[in-house]
């Protein structure tokens, strides 16, 4: 055996025949183990065998002084039995998250990202309306938004129909300059 640090020592982490012995030994009882507190045999047999690949990597860290090399190898395969509930934990909580919520399929996205797509236009829009007079807002919002015709718009704003339609081509007009390639995004 070697010593890996006072007080410690490296069983069997850096002998290959030490490590075959110490598995012949101690497989049956590791298995037992698990299998009382595992169901399902496969999983059995992988936490099994992370016990042993836990061994070998923390075979430096046993102490003879803390306990039999048994009692250590039982609390590395505890050690791993506790992980794996863990990771099963997190891995329900995750199903739980998502149970009855319907995964979308290749169209959906798309028509997802169609909406997302033209709601950054429409934000475009409104902050090139913000850009606007309150007189030449006030005119496209009825018009183009409430589709208002051009005489009830004057008739709401208390204008005349030709100062509507001024309005409404300044108004366009501006728009297309903001929304053009230079402009707002």
Avoid at 127 to 139: G, H, I, K, P, T
Avoid at 171 to 177: E, K, L, P, Y
Wanted: charged share 30%; net charge neutral; no cysteine.
């Amino acid at each position: 055996m070697n010593q890996s640090e006072p007080g410690g020592l490296d069983p069997f982490g850096t002998d290959p025949a030490a490590f075959e012995a110490f598995y012949r030994d101690h497989l049956d009882r590791i298995y037992g183990f698990i299998t009382r507190r595992v169901a399902d045999p496969n999983l059995a047999a992988d936490l099994t065998a992370d016990v042993f690949v836990a061994a070998i990597e923390s075979a430096h860290t046993y102490r003879k002084d803390r306990g039999s090399l048994t009692g250590w190898l039982f609390g590395v395969a505890r050690n791993v039995v506790n992980a794996e509930r863990r990771r099963t934990a997190r891995a329900l909580t995750v199903e739980h998250r998502i149970a009855g919520r319907r995964l979308l399929d290749d169209a959906e996205i798309a028509r997802m990202e169609a909406r997302i797509d033209a709601a950054a236009d429409a934000r475009r829009a409104y902050q090139a309306m913000d850009r606007l007079s309150e007189a030449d807002r006030a005119v496209l919002e009825l018009a183009a938004l409430d589709g208002l015709a051009l005489p009830d718009v004057a008739q709401v704003l208390g204008i005349t129909p030709v100062a509507a339609r001024v309005r409404l081509h300044r108004a366009r007009r501006r728009i297309r300059d903001l929304l053009g390639p230079e402009g707002i995004g």
